[in-house]
C-alpha cells in the first residue's frame, strides 16, 4: 500500500485553471510532489531529466498532444513503465482507445470529482494511505 | 454540443436560431446563426476569433456558485464548460491569443441569499484572467434577468433585460433544474478496470 507522499506525479494541460484544480486534488489525496506542465512536449523534456511515478495528461494540447506523450514515454526505455492516466472529454471514445492501443493505464472523463481522481489513480498504484 | 437548434432559417431574416441551455455549449463558423439564451444567475460566455471568423457561446452554473457545502469542487464545472468553449474554437481554426470574449448574466436572482450570480461572474472573469484570453466586457450582476442573442461570426450581440413575471418563470425552471452531476465511473462502453 503506497503512500501518496512517496509518489511523484505530473499532471500535464494546456490550461491552468484545470492545472489548478487537479494539483489541489492531489494535495487533497495527499500527493506532496506534484509537477506541472502546459503542453506535451514541455512535459517529454521535464521527464526525461526528472521522471516521475505517475503522468495525468490531458489529451487535446498544444504542440505534443495527449497522445504523443504517452507514445513518446513508451517509446523510450527510461521512461516506459511510467504510470499514465489520461484525461478525457465526455465523447472522446475514440481517443480513449487509441491511447489504449498506447498502452494508457487509465483515464478519467472530465469534470471529475476528487474521489473519483482518487480511485482512478488506486486503480493504478494500488490503495493509498 | 447545444439543444434547441432551428434548422429552419428566419423567413425575414434567413437566420437560424440555436438556444444554448444550462450545461451546454455550441460553436459555428456559420455566419447565418444567431446563439440564444436566457440568463438568470447563470453565466454565459460569448467567445470568438474575428480572424478566424469563428465564435461560440457556453452557458453555465456553479452549485452554491463554487462555495459553501458544495466546495471549490464546484468550480470544475465553470472549468469544464470554458475549456470545452475554448477547445471547440481551436478545433475550428481559432487562435488561443486571438480569442475574444464577452460575459453576461450572474445577476442577484433572490434577495437575502449568497450572492450566487456574483460568484458566477466573478469565476468566469478569474478564468480568462488566469488563462490570459482577452476579456471585452459585457454585462454582468445586477437583479434581472437577461436574454442575449450572438451572432458569432459577425460579433454582434443583443441584450435584453427579462421583466420580473418573466424572471419568476424561468428562475422556478432553473431551481427545478438539475445540477449536473460529474460521472463517478467512465461514461461509454469503455472500461478499464
Known sequence: MPAARSLSVMTVDDQFSMRSLIRNGLREIGFTDVRECANGEEALRQLITQPVHLVISDFNMPKLDGIGLLRSIRAYPPLKNTAFIMLTGSTDTEVVKRAMQYGVNNYIVKPFTVAALKGRIEAVVGKLN | ?193
Open chain 2, 1 to 193: 454540443m447545444a439543444t434547441g437548434f432551428d434548422y429552419r432559417p428566419d423567413p425575414a431574416t434567413g437566420e437560424r436560431r440555436v438556444h444554448v441551455v444550462q450545461g451546454e455549449y455550441h460553436v459555428t463558423d456559420d455566419p447565418s446563426i444567431v446563439l440564444t439564451t436566457i440568463l438568470g444567475s447563470c453565466v454565459a460566455a460569448c467567445m470568438r476569433d474575428p480572424v478566424a471568423g469563428v465564435g461560440g457561446m457556453n452557458h453555465f452554473l456553479l452549485p452554491d456558485g463554487g462555495t459553501s457545502s458544495s466546495g471549490p469542487e464546484a468550480l470544475r464545472y465553470g472549468v469544464h464548460s470554458m475549456e470545452l468553449l475554448v477547445n471547440g474554437l481551436l478545433k475550428r481554426g481559432a487562435r488561443r491569443d486571438r480569442l475574444e470574449t464577452r460575459l453576461f448574466g450572474g445577476a442577484r436572482m433572490v434577495q437575502g441569499l449568497t450572492d450566487i450570480g456574483e460568484k458566477n461572474g466573478s469565476f468566469a472573469v478569474e478564468f480568462l484572467r488566469r488563462e490570459g484570453l482577452a476579456y471585452l466586457g459585457g454585462s454582468l450582476g445586477g437583479t434581472h434577468g437577461r436574454r442575449v442573442q450572438f451572432w458569432p461570426v459577425a460579433g454582434r450581440m443583443r441584450q435584453m433585460m427579462v421583466g420580473r413575471e418573466e424572471e419568476r418563470i424561468f428562475e422556478k425552471e432553473r431551481r427545478s433544474a438539475v445540477v449536473p452531476q460529474a460521472p463517478q465511473v467512465a461514461t461509454g462502453e469503455l472500461e478499464l478496470f
